[in-house]
């Protein structure tokens, strides 16, 4: 499994004497947040100048396996001035340059980057911004994500690995999905694309990054409304590509996004929750009603036993899948496997 620098502390400028610092406290965890690296790691903390995202301070930090958590102390500043300075703190691998979202070079621990802090001695807000590279874009996904205990606002795997998986099929790397394949073909018909349990909108957004004709409606409760919009006025989508967000209950109908045909359905590690399951199955399966022709891409990870109820709902209402694998990379050189479905009403 893949594992993320999160802070407990955020960062900030701090006097110790006549000196600054700059000081923070991290932590290296699942994407659940219930498990901590297990081996150990060597990282760089990297002081960057805003707004000229200039790097001005370098340290080297050690993750220790057994560790539960890490201070960060980057200093002393000998730029004069230092804590007038806006700026933003990156800890990453030692041994990379970038996170790039491609089976074989994803790293194992993903890197984080705060949220601007100071001037003076203000702290960073609670988030972490996650700069993804995916092969063919110029530029870098730039994504927001909380730092604390949400579970719905924050990055999973099986979300890195929908955005792996689209990014081969749209390049055309990526044929084991025929009918996949041929829809997210370039062409003139726009693509209506709706992402259920969408959280940080991390795979919605990257789709809407690769192929230019399409429009993208993000769905999830209330609660990620914040975020995954700070994620689509970040994002960099291909002309004439769109992206919006709308509020969707599962256990509530769902008339606004079922007017217009859709093509695509994206569903990424929403099958954690067994209880959830019979209202994931029946929007989807309202949401076929007005669209047979769409698909439904599912990546997940299993988790536990219970997620297995998933196919004999999806088979109980009348789906069909093809199945293909991608794998991440995970702890003392091993892989850990996702699991991608692509269903059909039959």
């Not at 914040?226 to 599962?250: H, K």
Request: proline share 7%; aromatic share 6%; with cysteine.
């Amino acid at each position: 499994m893949v594992y993320y620098v999160r802070f407990l502390k955020t960062p900030r400028f701090q006097q110790q004497k006549k000196s600054i610092f700059i000081s923070a406290l991290i932590c290296i965890t699942t994407d659940l947040g219930d498990d901590f690296l297990a081996e150990d790691v060597d990282l760089t903390a990297s002081w960057i100048q805003q707004p000229s995202n200039t790097i001005r301070s370098q340290t080297a930090l050690q993750w220790q396996a057994g560790s539960r958590q890490l201070p960060v102390l980057l200093g002393p500043l000998t730029l004069s001035g230092a804590a007038a300075q806006t700026a933003v703190l990156k800890i990453q691998l030692s041994n990379i340059e970038r996170d790039i979202l491609q089976e074989g070079s994803l790293p194992l621990v993903i890197s984080a980057y705060s949220a601007p802090f100071g001037p003076q001695w203000e702290p960073a807000e609670p988030l972490i911004r996650r700069d993804l590279s995916i092969p063919g874009n110029v530029r870098p996904l730039n994504i927001w994500e909380e730092t604390g205990n949400s579970i719905a606002r924050h990055i999973w795997d099986a979300a890195l690995a929908a955005v792996i998986f689209l990014d081969r099929v749209v390049s055309g790397h990526d044929t084991t999905m025929p009918g996949l394949a041929k829809l997210l073909t370039p062409n003139k018909t726009p693509l209506r694309v709706v992402e259920l349990g969408a959280g940080c909108g991390i795979v919605g957004i990257a789709l809407a990054t690769m192929h230019s004709n399409c429009e993208i409606i993000l769905t999830d409760l209330p609660e990620v409304a914040e975020i995954v919009t700070r994620n689509i006025n970040d994002a960099a989508p291909r002309a004439p590509a769109s992206i919006t967000f709308q509020t969707l209950d599962w256990d509530e109908p769902a008339p606004d996004l079922a007017r217009r045909p859709i093509d695509l359905i994206l569903v990424s590690d929403c099958t954690y929750n067994a209880d959830s399951l019979p209202a994931l199955v029946s929007v989807l399966g309202r949401l076929v009603q007005g669209s047979p022709r769409a698909l439904i891409l599912v990546a997940l990870k299993r988790r536990h036993e219970s997620e297995a109820i998933f196919f004999d709902l999806m088979r109980a209402a009348g789906f069909e899948s093809s199945h293909a694998a991608l794998s991440l990379p995970a702890q003392w050189d091993q892989m850990d496997s996702i699991e991608m479905y692509c269903y059909h009403h039959l």
